[in-house]
């Protein structure tokens, strides 16, 4: 059987910043709509425990170091469902390869 190394991902401050916004973002647009997070879970096929992780920028996962919530890794299915469900519009930034 072939071993798979695992690297850890280190995820700069940017990202961080877009998690927190995007919940941020997602929170105020359900409340401004009059919706509950158990109505945009029935909207979207989503479970309220997902829309609460992604609303607070958490992944439902516990660092085993910290014992403290994972930071939030939202799939595009699930911030897409959202996105079309509230009327809002994600825009991932412009992407790029280093030049070799």
């Known amino acids: ?48 425990n997902q829309i609460q992780n992604v609303e607070n920028g958490r992944s439902g996962r516990w660092d085993p170091d910290t014992g403290r919530p ?9 911030v897409f469902a959202l996105a079309e469900a509230l009327g809002l519009t994600f825009t991932i930034g412009e992407v790029s390869a280093p030049e070799s």
């Open 70 to 78: 994972r930071s939030a890794n939202a799939r595009f299915d699930t």
């Open 1 to 48: 059987m072939d071993r798979v190394a695992v690297v850890p991902v280190h995820r700069s401050d940017a990202y961080y910043v877009a998690i927190q916004d995007m919940g941020r973002r997602v929170r105020e647009r359900r409340k401004a709509l009059g919706l509950t997070q158990e109505d945009l879970a029935e909207r979207t096929g989503l479970s309220r």
